[in-house]
């Protein structure tokens, strides 16, 4: 299946889309769906109770990248109509092909295909180009990285300036060579002292 983007690019898709397809034998009919490609990967079965999971069948809660809503492409007014929501919308616009409308279940499998496509596309234009929030993040990462080198690399310790001043060792042993004249005179003084109160 080829889409053809009748709005948008094909090699940059928005991540959403109007994808309509039409009916050979209503010509004047298109029926539409539409996609939404999530940035996000879900995985939906953490969600669902698990007495729910059995009636869900195979489908693919675990892997949930996009999808299309209705899953089965339904009747619109018009191609103009799809056009104009495209554009007040800026999504782009898919033509998925021609179907058959009174065959839901091929219905919904060539739009489920459509969606793979688109959801495909999507990815490989991301893949290739960068988004602003990736390109911002590798900057961030790598000024972090930089400023963890630096922080990891010792600095040098400046060399102590020479200090001519007196340490405290020599502060204190000069005052003690001082106080122990001190000392003795006044052991002198105070026995003086006490033969003189006798």
């Known amino acids: 299946m080829d889409l053809i983007f009748d709005r948008g690019d094909s090699q940059n898709p928005r991540g959403h ?25 879900s995985d939906l079965t953490k969600y669902v109770p698990p007495f729910l999971a059995s009636h869900l069948g195979n489908l693919p809660l675990s892997d949930l990248s996009a999808f299309a809503m209705p899953p089965v492409p339904e009747s619109v007014g018009s191609y103009a109509e799809l056009e104009r929501l495209s554009q007040l919308r800026e999504d782009d616009l ?20 459509a969606v793979q496509i688109y959801s495909s596309l999507c990815s490989d234009a991301l893949a290739m180009n960068s988004t602003p929030a990736e390109g911002a993040a ?14 990891a690399a010792p600095e040098p310790e400046p060399e102590p300036e020479p200090d001519d001043s007196l340490n405290v060792n020599e502060v204190l042993f000069s005052f003690m060579k001082s106080s122990s004249a001190s000392l003795a005179r006044a052991t002198n003084w105070a026995s003086c002292r006490g033969c003189w109160a006798g």
């Open 138 to 151: 590798e900057a961030i990462g790598e000024e972090l990285r930089e400023t963890l080198e630096a922080a």
């Open 17 to 41: 889309a109007l994808l309509y397809f039409r009916v050979d034998t209503e010509p004047d009919t298109v029926y539409a769906t539409y996609v939404v490609t999530l940035p996000v990967k």
């Open 94 to 113: 898919v033509y998925g092909g021609s179907m058959f409308s009174f065959d839901l279940p091929r219905m919904m499998e060539t739009a489920t295909e």
